[in-house]
């Protein structure tokens, strides 16, 4: 029992805690690449209490208060949003009755526009007078940077006492400076860009505003995060905003969808630019950061699945994906970052904690799907786009995945993957629900590791059939054959020890002694996204998914609510997650299974339109479905969440059954079906190797129309009914 209490503390000390946010009030999210700012409603930022309010840049907050005042008093709120096509929080705010200056309420408008851009923070504020005479006022900025490690904001205490910030004070600005205990030098440069005369005094500057009826003033400032002997950026409000929206809406790497319903449309737009706003610059091309605030960082599973998701649309986030994984692949075993030959990397830090040693996480490989779903990836990839330059690339690392199966994957030789963590402060649980309660027996008591994890056999079993793919590709023949034999070795033995008649589903795991963990949970239907399960267990394995006790009306969840350790407030014993019943979704499809595929889809998009900004987030809570009210929200949910952003892609896929097949230049629908909802879809500028496809679809009462308006000429378009 003390062993269990160690391992339960353990993981405890990187479980985001529920008092983390203010659930009181609304908070606004903008992030771009390596910077991220969380604003209330007024656009300002409070560090009183718990809250996580600040301007995030690599993993440290740099700006934890933001706040403007009118002659020391608290404008009046008229609205605020983030605009769609660009990631600008509008604020429109007024001012109260001022006394001591004669003004009335509702008197001057003051309207900030507030965007974060990879390393910069930038505002403008205008004011505009509506009053019959002359004004004069004061607007209060005041500032302050805590600059503590998201690891302390998220709950985790520290054993160690921080150094101090240093202010100083320049004609056009102030700076914040912050030596780490790694050595390490932070500095936010906050500078001023205005006409209106200001002062300075610490951390607080006045504007001195003296404004005539009809006309308005400017004030902008820019805050730049500077790390070490970087050099300040050279960028005013407008050029940045200016290449932000370029940057968000132009990238090239998505082909364009639009429908004939609006709110699907919106999902749609919304979701790309989620997606490009978690594009980080890394040394191998733009790559997925997992979500906002907790994990903008790169994670191997979740920037895998987000590829994934977006394969058939942006293939080159899957070619990115690839190369900056094989790049971190481990070399040797390490049993500090539960790190072993061939390994992929699971998640990378550069924040204080990380570079002293305090958390594990500054490169740690403690997952065990990783590895499998990247060598997946990589078949899936190449058969999207034949590019078999990138496949020869990193054909080392993808066999030194399939040996790391194998030799250390496989732990007892039994032919099935499990996981044991090494790292004394590692993660215990090292699949994608990964907290220290979520594998668990039916009599609710934890699973004794080694645990083989039930969609883990299904990834290796992806990983080895689509590895003997590659391996053939490659004039590996022999290796090819082995693959393949031993994928259909594994499936089979896969179907007699993880089947349980009595709970018409695919067992959660095996434990250390191979007894099984009979709990009902979503980890099986990811058996459906490789195609491990036999056709008949997985028509029955559909119907226990969408039953009523997995389908709460909002999609299934992680957990049957009969199981003992069913909370539907939890983060993984029973709440929903939308990347989870995506996967499902498209494996329900390549069974056949377009009803299921529809009842999930229909699910998450109800869902989405009750959401702020139909941004889909990392989680929400599993209650069942009530009347006119939408998804409870789980309060710590990151938002935006790659793998839960790009799901819309992966849902629209699997409706139209849509496979391309580059090696034979082909694109096939097969028995494709429309929900009710999106009577017509557009796809545009499909990109296809050497050229782009252009279509049309209608939705029939039993069918699908269809309408090529473009295609390269060697290639197929092939509609099956």
Known sequence: MAGEDLTQAIDEQFHISPDAVNTDEHVHVLNHSNSFCLLDRWGNIYNHGKLVQGIYHQGTRFISRLILTINGEKPLLLGSAIKEDNDVLSVDLSNPFLEECGIQDNTVHIFRNQFVREGEYHEKINCRHFGDHPCSFTLNLSFNGDFKDIFEIRGLKRQVVSNTVETRKYAD???????????????????????????????????????????????????????????????????????????LTDTGLFAYIRTTNEQFNHWLTRSKIDVQSLL????????????????????????????????????????????????????????????????????????????????????????????????????????????LDLIKEIWPNIKAAINWIDLYGDLDGDGFVEYQHKADNGLTNQGWKDPFDSIMYEDGQMAEPPIALVEVQAYVYGAKRLGGVLADHMQEKELSQKLIREAETLKKRFNERFWDDSLNCYVLALDAKKQPCRVISSNAGHCLFTKIADDDKAEKLAETLLSEDMFSGWGIRTLSAKEKRFNPMSYH???????????????????????????????????????????????????????FEGPTSYPVACSPQAWSVAVVFMLLQACFRLEIDAPAKTVTF?????????????????KLPGGICNLQMKRFLHDVGFNVLEKPADWDIIIKK
């Open 173 to 247: 600005g102030i700076s914040l400076h912050y030596t780490g205990l790694d050595k390490v030098e932070r500095t936010a440069l906050i500078k001023f860009n205005t006409s209106v005369p200001f002062t300075i005094e610490d951390r607080k500057v006045d504007f001195f505003v003296d404004i005539a009826p009809g006309e308005s003033v400017n004030i902008h400032y820019c805050v730049y995060f500077l790390i070490g002997n970087q050099p300040t950026p050279d960028s005013d409000y407008h050029s940045a905003k200016t290449s932000l929206k370029k940057e």
């Open 280 to 387: 980080a610059i890394t040394g191998t091309g733009l790559y997925p950061y997992a979500g906002v605030p907790w994990y903008n960082t790169p994670f191997g599973r979740d920037g895998i699945i987000t590829a994934i998701e977006t394969l058939w649309i942006a293939p080159q986030i899957a070619k990115n994906v690839l190369l900056y994984l094989a790049g971190g692949q481990a070399h040797q075993v390490i049993p500090s970052k539960d790190a072993d030959p061939g390994k992929i990397l699971h998640e990378a830090r550069s924040g204080e904690m990380a570079n002293t040693g305090e958390i594990p996480f500054r490169e740690y490989y403690g997952t065990i799907d990783a590895t499998p779903l990247f060598i997946m990836l990589a078949g899936m990839y190449y058969e999207r786009t034949a590019d």
């Open 573 to 627: 014993n029973g709440s929903v997650w939308p990347h989870d019943n995506a996967l499902i979704a498209y494996g329900l499809s390549l069974y056949g299974l377009q009803e299921h595929t529809l009842k999930i889809m229909q699910a998450l998009f109800e869902a989405s339109l009750f959401i702020s900004l139909q941004r889909m987030p990392e989680l929400y809570c599993g209650f069942n479905r009530r009347s």
């Open 670 to 686: 097969d028995k494709p079906i429309l929900p009710e909802y999106l009577d017509y879809i557009y796809i545009e500028h499909l």
